[in-house]
């Protein structure tokens, strides 16, 4: 079992930026590649960045490549999301999730736990 609990969502302006992060417990860290996705009110839940068990392989979603940063540290069983230049349309919802695999997936039925989500809203 691994619990996950999001932190670092809020409120910041168009341009600005946010780290969220996301701390593990409960089994492993380094067992399991991380996802962060994001749901929008009204949108289906979307990948948005994945890093493999030991950071060797790191994947983005399009339309936060060049403004988004994951990372981890595995002392700390945490997963970070730098979020820079942000825009309006990134305002949702963001989780992290724990995948026993290899590779971070992009599907998010490919990950085996999830944390509760953080709000983060970006005003224009």
Known sequence: ??????????LVQAGGSLR?????????????????FRQAPGKERE??????????IIYYAD???GR???SRDNAKNTVYLQMNSLKPEDTAVYYCAA??????PFNLREYDYWG?????????
């Open 116 to 124: 509760q989500g953080t709000q983060v809203t970006v005003s224009s």
């Open 68 to 70: 988004f940063t994951i």
């Open 47 to 56: 990948f948005v960045a994945g890093i493999s068990r030991y950071s060797t």
């Open 20 to 36: 969220v992060s996301c701390a593990a417990s409960g089994s492993t860290f380094s067992n399991y590649a991380m996802g962060w």
């Open 1 to 10: 079992q691994v619990q996950l609990v999001e932190s670092g969502g809020g």
């Open 63 to 65: 339309s936060v490549k």
């Open 99 to 104: 995948a026993y695999s290899g590779r971070p």
